[in-house]
């Protein structure tokens, strides 16, 4: 009896001994890190740069578009006539300068030369009419000629000498041609007018709404008929490369993880299935779980945010999707 008593007391010993053992040694550590997250792609909001009514509009909810697709247009009549009106005025300022540019013409040169010629036999007889006057006006010791004939006789000289060096001038200057500053200012002025019409016909340009890059239509905000601005989107794109699950790690796994890790991506719609993906970004700030994080973790601790790019070619995810990333250490 006191055998069987002691062999039951070395067995409980021998029990309790290992038990103790087996709750004090270390775990054994994980092969793989589970995060859960949703999917996130990049989206792009697109509106008219300008306040006018939109004429068109062309691409539906889901609808797949391509790069440089034309996916609305506004009403552009206002904008073609002032595009008109400015082509206009640039070319009368082209032909301006042209004209300055070449100079005199030799009939205009031939025509100043005979103003001046005429002024000269204006002033010559002036001058010979004030001399019989004043001669005349001598000789009769001014019974003859009155003295205020005599002075308007003299301002009949002085105004036809004026008048010949006036014609004398703008010989010089038909001989000379424009000057240098008034090309300069034609030039400028021309300049000017070509900036409007660019700037009138890129304005008609971004009258037109492209699409940006490959893209998912995902909303169509505005219809034909209503105002646009620059602060109302008339699309939402939803760009379908890259595609990423954005999940959310512990600080106690973030060293167990680096970009370029290889990870597979399971949805609920595709049960038993993996996506085949990658860790590509992982941020290196700390923030609080939120509140949209599927985890068994307190909600107040501390996580880091990573971004698992995804290899969807039968483009099956879509954005805010659940879905549960696997990374396999080791690897």
Not at 83 to 91: H, I, W
Not at 182 to 205: K, N, P, R
Not at 264 to 284: F, Q, R
Request: proline share 4%; aromatic share 4%.
């Amino acid at each position: 009896m006191n055998k069987k008593i002691v062999g039951i007391a070395v067995l409980a010993t021998a029990a309790a001994a290992g038990a103790a053992w087996y709750g004090t040694r270390p775990a054994p550590e994980a092969r793989e890190l589970v995060l859960y997250g949703n999917v996130d792609l990049r989206q792009v909001a697109l509106a008219f740069p300008a306040s006018e009514r939109i004429a068109h509009v062309f691409a539906e909810e889901g609808q797949r578009v391509k790069a440089g697709a034309v996916l609305a247009q506004l009403d552009t009549r206002g904008l073609r006539l002032q595009l008109a009106q400015a082509q206009a005025q640039a070319q009368a300022l082209q032909q301006a300068l042209a004209r300055l540019q070449s100079g005199t013409r030799p009939e205009e040169v031939a025509q100043a030369r005979a103003r001046t010629a005429a002024a000269q036999a204006d002033a010559e007889l002036a001058r010979q009419q004030l001399a019989r006057v004043l001669a005349v006006q001598q000789d009769s010791a001014g019974r003859a000629v009155s003295a205020q004939d005599a002075d308007a006789a003299q301002a009949r000289a002085k105004a036809a000498q004026a008048q010949l060096e006036q014609a004398r001038q703008g010989q010089v200057l038909a001989q000379q041609g424009p000057r240098r500053e008034d090309i300069a200012q034609a030039e400028a002025q021309l300049a000017a007018a070509q900036a409007a019409v660019a700037l009138l016909q890129h304005q008609l340009e971004e009258a037109t709404l492209k699409a940006p890059v490959d893209a998912l239509v995902r909303a169509r905000l505005m219809e034909a008929g209503d105002m646009a601005s620059p602060q109302r989107p008339v699309y939402t794109l939803t760009i379908a490369d890259p595609k990423w699950v954005r999940a959310y790690v512990r600080e106690t796994d973030l060293g167990r993880i680096r970009p370029g890790m290889a990870a597979g991506i399971a949805i609920d719609s595709l049960p038993g299935k993996t996506l085949p993906g990658k860790v590509g970004y992982i941020s290196s700030v700390a923030e609080f779980t939120p509140k949209t994080v599927q985890s068994e973790d307190l909600r107040t601790a501390l996580v880091y945010e990573v971004r698992v790019l995804a290899e969807d070619k039968a483009d099956v995810l879509r954005m805010g999707m659940p879905a549960t990333v696997r990374i396999a250490f080791g690897q």
